[in-house]
């Protein structure tokens, strides 16, 4: 079967359909066994057979009706009719009777008598009636029955006839034993399921499943035999196992990849497939738009992502007047839909059903004529295929050399190369060196309106970038280094590749090679410049960009100077791009003047930004927590006042508010918590992930260690804790501090014992009292040696930490007698005191 009959098994001759029917024959067997058994006497049971487009409904009548014509002892009294998806005209009971009168003419060479018979009739009232008595008269006459083959029987006829029709045919089938029908169907008929209807469960249904995976593998074994392309079945089996499930088992579904990708040798079977779309677009279309506009909106999300989803996924990919549609609803739109056959669903172990489309080649049509050239899903079900059939490396790379065999034999569809390399460009496990091949092979085969569709340079790009993600960067070199009229972004690209590479002496060339470079383009230049440490190479190429503003340029020069922490030339450059008419660079100059200490300059010019609407109040609320020396409430509350409720940040600084008074007996301690917990809800919502998000969470810690002390709620903080990648060295104080109260000694241990954080704890004030109560909590629970290790290992905390270390040698004095006898008089008193503290963290953390 080519792919063009796919569509239409009616033009197949008679012995090739015959001979191509290799699925089916049980249910073939079962109802052809119903047929000949049947001798007609009295009325017969009627079939209806249900099953989604391509599930090979058209192909079972068709073979059902050949077998009567071949058989001797059924031919000489049974006539088959095949009426197909194109006899739009019967568009009632009596345009019935009159086409099978039609066909007797020709069954049995009366030269139109019985249809001429019917001009008789006209213009009595019960036309129909007359026309329905004569043929029965014509049938027992000459001792014939009728068995009528109706595909797509529902929309084809039955949705066709007035209610008092439909009651009559009814009647008609129940006592008639003259007309038998098998009919089929590709949406559920409610008249079939409603009990208030005529044929309310009036036909024996067969319903037409995808194909197993022994039926698919039967099926491929079959097409083989006329392929010229021959595979090892036997290798190939996990394969086709997975290609039944990826197409659902729908059987043009299967045919069509077969023919397409199995046995195309040109490109003409591809090319064959774009031409079917075009024919069935029409068909598609009406069918997505006879949808309402929310279910329409529903099988757009599910075809896209091509496999299953979920309601869930599906109700976050779509706004109704710019809020989320609910799941509930989606799921009623999903029930709908399966209930007319357009979706299926796919169960699952949990409530979370996942939903696709139920006909796979609808799926593709939607992707190839929905998506443009620029939208991947559109070759997503053929990058599938491949991924399924070339299921490893060695397998895909064979494909592909006799791929580039047939492109450049000249004769390949350049179309069909088109849509290929589309698909090979989203398979991460080929060799992009071979596909960066057939991009250049393809290239040389298109015709100059479809060049630009292949779009090289971006393609190209990413090809290079995916052997960069594979962590192959040699060949993500060699595919740049390949492309002659490299752009501005590939430049770029390739020098940051360099840089990984370590061949720093290849970046300056190829960025002095830059070609007009444009505002856009200045972060890549900054951030490559910065890498190689070069700002001369910066101010080269910018001396060489008459497009971008000279104030545009110093500024980002300083901007570099400024990342490289040359604080002095970032603040020239920043001071002549003022003058050239830039913005002042507030931020950047306060953190200027903060390096050199000038904390009124830093507040001024951060105050002066706030004013001219370049600050955020946030950012002076961050200077005067971190940065400011000295008393700061009153600003930092006045500041406070300029953050708007719905602001992320609202609640975070009012908890910082609270906790900058230090009173860890006050009640208002309490009021920060609920404060950062908001926070934290905040933090989560717009997805915060950097310091601010790790202080919020080692604020909610210190909280619940010092005042709430609720151990489920500590252990929740410590599990976000541990899984947030950016924690400042002086913050995992807070996490050990955590760890000690739940009894982690091993980890607590682990983090005080990290050398940046001991660095922290020894150079920041507020932090080193944190670690000292840190070292008591751990000896308050006996882990005298976890905190003797620490010493050990870091001579300068015993003069930093004095009084606690000789407090931790009095509690081992045993083992190490002659060191406690090293400690000053002066610090017996300081000992004692920590001593004591001990021992109330012993009743307090018990």
């Known amino acids: 079967m080519s792919v063009k009959t796919l569509y239409n098994p009616a033009g197949l001759e008679k012995p090739e359909l015959i001979d191509s029917f290799v699925v089916r024959t049980k249910t073939f067997e079962k109802i052809f066994s119903d047929i000949r058994s049947s001798d007609m006497k009295y009325p017969e049971k009627h079939y209806l057979i249900q099953g989604q487009r391509g599930m090979g409904k058209t192909t079972l009548l068709l073979r059902l009706k050949y077998e009567i014509e071949n058989s001797d002892e059924l031919n000489s009294w049974l006539l088959p009719v095949f009426f197909g998806e194109e006899a739009y005209d019967l568009t009632s009971l009596s345009r019935l009777w009159e086409k099978l009168l039609d066909y007797l003419d020709d069954a049995l060479d009366t030269n139109g008598e019985h249809f001429e018979h019917t001009e008789d009739f006209i213009d009595f009232e019960d036309y129909e009636k007359r026309c329905f008595d004569y043929l029965i008269e014509i049938l027992q006459k000459n001792k014939k029955k009728l068995v009528i083959f109706f595909d797509n029987f529902g929309q084809l006829f039955l949705d066709n006839l007035k209610e008092k029709e439909r009651r009559r045919l009814r009647e008609i089938l129940m006592h008639c034993s003259e007309i038998r029908i098998i009919g089929a169907s590709a949406i559920v008929l409610q008249d079939l399921h409603d009990y208030s209807e005529p044929f309310y469960e009036f036909f024996q249904i067969v319903r037409l499943e995808g194909l197993t995976k022994e039926e698919t593998f039967h099926l491929i074994e079959k097409l083989q035999e006329k392929s010229n392309q021959k595979i090892n079945l036997k290798k190939a089996k996990g394969k086709i196992d997975t290609l039944a499930i990826l197409t659902g088992g729908v059987i043009r579904t299967l045919m069509m990849v077969y023919q397409v990708l199995l046995e195309d040798q040109d490109g003409s079977a591809l090319n ?59 799921s009623a739109h999903l029930a709908q839909l399966e209930k007319n056959n357009v979706i299926e669903k796919k169960q699952t172990n949990t409530k979370n059903h996942l939903y696709q489309v139920r006909e796979r080649f609808f799926n593709i049509w939607y992707l190839m004529r929905i998506g443009d050239r620029k939208d991947r899903r559109r070759v997503k079900w053929l990058t599938k295929f491949l991924e399924v059939w070339y299921d490893d490396e060695e397998s895909i790379q064979t494909f592909m050399e006799k791929h580039i065999l047939r492109l450049k034999s000249g004769a390949y569809n350049s179309k069909s190369a088109l849509l290929l390399v589309e698909a090979l460009s989203d398979i991460n496990k080929i060799n992009p060196i071979i596909l960066d091949q057939i991009m250049e092979e393809t290239f040389a085969i298109l015709k100059d309106d479809q060049k630009p569709l292949l779009n090289m340079g971006q393609k190209k790009l990413a090809l290079a970038t995916k052997s960069y993600n594979s962590g192959d960067l040699k060949k993500a070199i060699y595919i740049l280094e390949k492309i002659n009229d490299r752009l501005n972004i590939h430049r770029f690209v390739l020098s940051f590749f360099y840089y990984l590479d370590k061949k720093l002496d290849k970046i300056r060339p190829e960025l002095l090679s830059v070609n007009g470079i444009e505002v856009d383009d200045l972060g ?323």
Not at 303 to 319: F, H, P, V
Request: glycine share 4%; proline share 3%; charged share 30%.
């Open 272 to 330: 064959d497939l774009e031409t079917i779309l075009d024919q069935i677009t029409p068909l598609y279309k009406s069918r997505i738009e006879e949808l309402p506009v929310q279910q329409r909106r529903v099988v757009d999300v599910i075809a896209k992502n091509w496999d299953a989803i979920s309601a869930r996924d599906i109700a976050t990919q779509i706004r109704e007047d710019g809020k989320r549609i609910q799941t509930k609803l989606v």
């Open 524 to 846: 890549f230049l900054k951030q490559l410049c910065f890498l190689s440490k070069d700002p001369d190479l910066m101010i080269q190429v910018l001396s060489n960009s008459p497009k971008i503003k000279e104030g545009e340029k110093t500024l980002e020069i300083g901007n570099l100077y400024f990342d490289l922490e040359l604080f002095e030339l970032a603040e020239k450059y920043f001071l002549e791009a003022i003058k050239l008419g830039e913005e002042t660079p507030y931020k950047a100059l306060s953190t200027i003047f903060l390096n050199r200490k000038e904390y009124t300059n830093a507040e001024e010019i951060l105050e002066s930004g706030f004013k001219s609407g370049r600050v955020e109040a946030i950012d002076l609320l961050e200077f005067y927590e971190f940065e400011f020396e000295g008393e700061s409430e009153g600003k930092f509350s006045e500041y406070l006042k300029h953050v708007p409720k719905e602001s992320p940040f609202y609640n975070f600084y009012h908890g910082i508010k609270i906790l900058k008074t230090k009173n860890f007996e006050s009640k208002e301690f309490l009021k920060a918590e609920q404060y950062l917990e908001n926070a934290l809800l905040d933090f989560e919502r717009i997805n915060v992930i950097d310091v601010k998000f790790t202080q919020l969470i080692s604020y909610l810690l210190l909280i619940n260690m010092r005042v709430s002390l609720n151990k489920d709620k500590l252990k929740g903080l410590l599990e976000i804790f541990e899984k947030t990648d950016i924690v400042p060295p002086f913050l995992k104080i807070y996490g050990a501090y955590g760890y000690i109260i739940l009894g982690d000694y091993k980890k607590a241990s682990e983090l005080i014992g990290m050398d940046e954080v001991v660095y922290d704890s020894i150079e920041i004030d507020g932090i080193r009292d944190i670690f000292n109560d840190t070292l008591l909590l751990l000896m308050s629970k006996v882990q005298y040696h976890s905190v003797f290790k620490l010493f050990s290992e870091n001579e300068v905390l015993k003069e930093v930490l004095k009084p606690t270390y000789y407090a931790l040698m009095t509690l081992l004095k045993e083992e190490y007698p002659n060191e406690v006898v090293k400690m000053g008089e002066e610090l017996t008193q300081p000992v004692n005191d920590i001593l004591l503290k001990i021992e109330e963290m012993k009743l307090k953390y018990d």
